[in-house]
């Protein structure tokens, strides 16, 4: 297993062009997270998913922004007509759910979104 | 809400030298989990170590242990002997578990350069 992968790695999109970055999680890991995170900030949650289901999105995911993780594997974080302020490193992790183990993330290398 | 809180945006140790890290947090829960996490440049995050609070023993690992003071709610990590991997930013976390999701709180990091 080579962990999390995330794809591209690094985007650079015209505004107002709508972007579609793609995550991988460590096989079998049913949990399902990505975060944004700023230069100079730590990573903000953006939301969460168990298996398929997505049980909490931030208030920070405007309706310009969708995430699915259909059949509980790969997911997809979708932005609409981007924004310069959409410019951030876009963070995927997933985790286990047993014992200990779900408490520890494992994150992926992030893609790198400019908005130009 | 949970709040992490870095005070110290940079930081510098000397290589085999000891240097501490501090993070303070704020939460009414009882029982919790901590982390620090390592963001090397271009690479992904890892986690260094974890706490969780109903455990009063602090955390060890290897080089990297915590000072876990539950009271005063701080969390600092110490990293003795560093080495020039180390050199990295320094997210102290937080995980909150609410209404069946879960999502990791960060503060904004630590940049630690390590000097040879």
């Known amino acids: 297993d080579t962990g999390v992968s995330q794809d591209p790695r690094h985007k650079i999109t015209k505004r107002g062009q709508n972007v579609t970055f793609r995550c991988d999680p460590i096989?079998?890991?049913?949990?399902l997270y990505w975060y944004r995170q700023t230069l100079g900030q730590g990573p903000e949650f953006l939301t969460y998913f168990q298996n398929e289901a997505q049980l909490e999105k931030s208030r920070l995911l405007s309706d310009r922004f969708s995430a699915e993780r259909p059949k509980g594997s790969f997911s997809t974080l979708e932005i609409q007509r981007t924004e310069q302020g959409d410019s951030a490193m876009y963070l995927c992790?997933?985790?286990?759910?047993?014992?200990?183990?779900?408490?520890?993330?494992?994150f992926g290398q992030g893609t790198r979104l400019t908005v130009v | 809400a949970q709040t992490v809180t870095q005070s110290q945006p940079e930081m510098s140790v000397q290589e085999a030298e000891t240097v501490t890290l501090s993070c303070t947090y704020d939460?009414?829960?009882?029982?919790?989990?901590l982390f620090w996490y390592k963001q090397p440049p271009s690479r992904q995050m890892i986690l260094v170590i974890r706490q969780e609070a109903y455990k009063q023993q602090n955390a060890t690992e290897n080089r990297f242990s915590v000072n876990f003071q539950k009271a005063a709610k701080s969390f600092s990590l110490k990293i003795s002997d560093s080495q020039l991997g180390d050199a990295a930013m320094y997210f102290c976390a937080y995980l909150v578990e609410e209404g069946g999701s879960e999502k990791l709180v960060f503060g904004k990091g630590t940049k630690l350069t390590v000097n040879p």
């Open positions: 992790a997933s985790s286990p759910n047993t014992g200990h183990s779900k408490t520890e993330a494992f």
């Open positions: 096989s079998e890991h049913n949990r």
């Open positions: 939460t009414s829960e009882s029982d919790y989990y």
